[in-house]
């Protein structure tokens, strides 16, 4: 009996777990997101595109793999609820920041918070995705244009990758 609940004990505590920030400015995508790597990774258990409101707060994603638990923190991306990120970034392994690249009134609020982000004590050194969203729409910006906006060439030493897709649909191509 007891080298069962070791052997239990063993594998649900084994996995290493890591806390995944999706962080973005108001109506990026990023719930969008979680549910769709939620629908992906998880057999079809994400919300359905009619069904996601903007996050007011909070929505946690979890998704385990053979040895990895990675649980995904998706917060509000209003002015007002920005304020509460940081309570969330001494405890993040990595931050994926989504931006609208459809939404060209939006890029300058998007680099500043990005840029608010990247210079907190707290995360440097995470490893950061950023994904240039709603490349389905027919105003979505190149990621390269996109790119050169938010000057990403100027970005710290820390490991980085900009990704262009579009949650909606889960296209996506690598930069």
């Known amino acids: ?3 069962l609940f070791y052997g239990l004990w063993n594998h649900v505590f084994s996995k290493a777990e890591f806390h995944v920030l999706i962080l ?17 990774y998880l057999k079809g258990e994400g919300l359905p595109h009619d069904r996601i409101v903007p996050t007011v707060g909070l929505n946690i994603g979890r998704i385990e793999d053979a040895n990895v638990k990675l649980v995904f923190w998706d917060l509000g991306g209003q002015p007002g609820l920005r304020t509460i990120w940081e309570k969330y970034y001494e405890e993040a392994h990595a931050v994926i920041y989504v931006i609208d690249s459809a939404s060209a009134s ?10 608010k982000v990247l210079r907190h004590e707290d995360l440097q050194g995470a490893p950061v995705l950023i994904f240039a969203n709603k490349q389905d729409s027919p105003a979505a910006v190149s990621e390269e244009e996109l790119a050169r906006h938010l000057h990403l060439k100027e970005l710290d030493e820390r490991p980085c990758m900009f990704q262009a897709g579009s949650a909606f649909d889960g296209d996506q191509t690598w930069c």
């Open 1 to 3: 009996m007891f080298s």
């Open 24 to 40: 973005g400015v108001h109506k990026a995508g990023k719930t969008t997101l979680l549910e769709k790597l939620k629908s992906i």
């Open 106 to 115: 939006s890029f300058e609020d998007a680099k500043s918070a990005l840029e």
